[in-house]
């Protein structure tokens, strides 16, 4: 999502832009900090919606795409791959 005047946009991969309802987002995890949102927005042109795989299909080594905002002001694009997450808490 795109911050845009407290409003919200989604960009789509053919570089559209569409405001979205926040009423309508379902959000994926729990807390005050919400990682993930499934959001609905309107367009004349058709696009499939993303399918959500369960985490627990993820193995060490899988190839993943991040977008989103680390410092709440610069938008950040990364790839890397899957790691033990118990190695990550253990430091």
């Not at 993930?36 to 959500?52: C, G, K």
Request: proline share 3%; glycine share 6%.
């Amino acid at each position: 999502m795109l911050p845009k005047d407290n409003k919200y946009e989604v960009k789509t991969h053919d570089w559209e832009r569409y405001s979205v309802n926040l009423s309508t987002a379902e959000r994926m995890s729990g807390g005050k900090c919400v990682d993930l949102a499934v959001l609905q927005f309107t367009s004349d042109l058709r696009y499939s919606p993303i399918e959500l795989e369960s985490p627990s299909k993820l193995t060490q080594g899988t190839r993943a795409h991040l977008f989103g905002w680390a410092d709440g002001t610069r938008e950040q694009f990364t790839t890397g791959q899957i790691i033990d997450w118990k190695y990550n808490r253990t430091r």
